[in-house]
Nanobody, 126 residues
Framework: QVQLVESGGGLVQAGGSLRLSCAASGRTFSSYSMGWFRQAPGKEREFVAACSWRCATIYFADSVKGRFTISRDNAKNTVSLQMNSLKPEDTAVYYC???????????????????WGQGTQVTVSS
């Protein structure tokens, strides 16, 4: 059974940093792309970042470019999201996801992913 477990969320002041991690189990994901999405109350789930199987190609949402970085360790089946200069509008539940298809436009869409974690709450206070 495939399982993705996020960790690292919490409460932080504006301007602060958090590092989210996602551990995958149940199969080897080294050839799959991995992504992060977020969902704020009353809003749709939105794309944050995605990383190809070796992070040779990375996508970021415009809203997080220059502030967030994504990395992965295929030996450990983990993907991380380093979030710096956090803003109150970054407050959301953050989800990691795995996509088995090719890396491209579908990495921007929630529907393009096959497996999802349960999410971790990030709250940024002003």
């Amino acid at each position: 059974q495939v399982q993705l477990v996020e960790s690292g969320g919490g409460l932080v002041q504006a301007g602060g940093s958090l590092r989210l991690s996602c551990a995958a189990s149940g199969r080897t994901f080294s050839s799959y792309s991995m992504g992060w999405f977020r969902q704020a109350p009353g809003k749709e789930r939105e794309f944050v970042a995605a990383c190809s199987w070796r992070c040779a190609t990375i996508y970021f949402a415009d809203s997080v470019k220059g502030r967030f970085t994504i990395s992965r360790d295929n030996a450990k089946n983990t993907v991380s999201l380093q979030m710096n200069s956090l803003k109150p509008e970054d407050t959301a539940v953050y989800y990691c996801a795995v996509r088995s298809g090719g890396f491209g436009a579908d990495n921007y869409r929630p529907g393009g992913y096959d497996y999802w974690g349960q999410g971790t709450q990030v709250t940024v206070s002003s």
